[in-house]
């Protein structure tokens, strides 16, 4: 099954989200009381990897296939990213500086 197309579609979404909350963490002056924007910036660096590796692995053969494997996991990495940060942020005073 060929899952490039997905991740490629889902991580680049994902990546908009991540960065639109690292943004509003920045506009709200929330992000020097605590680690969610550094959490939230490991996700973004994540996603924008698995769309980049997705991406060439849409070409094909053994390669590519290797190239979506990586995807893949990068792109659950940066889900668990995303998912501290969102944690970090939904519970008042767990992780502040």
Do not use: K
């Not at 990586?70 to 501290?84: E, K, P």
Request: charged letters at 15%.
């Amino acid at each position: 099954m060929n899952r490039s197309p997905h991740i490629l579609n889902v991580s680049s979404n994902l990546l908009g989200i991540t960065l639109l909350i690292i943004a509003g963490l920045h506009l709200t002056d929330r992000a020097a009381q605590s680690f969610a924007d550094e959490i939230a910036w490991i996700g973004a660096v994540c996603f924008l990897t698995a769309c980049f590796l997705s991406y060439l692995s849409l070409g094909g053969g053994r390669r590519g296939e290797r190239l979506e494997v990586w995807a893949d996991r990068i792109f659950l990495l940066g889900m668990t990213g995303l998912f501290c940060a969102i944690v970090v942020l939904a519970l008042p005073g767990s992780v502040m500086r």
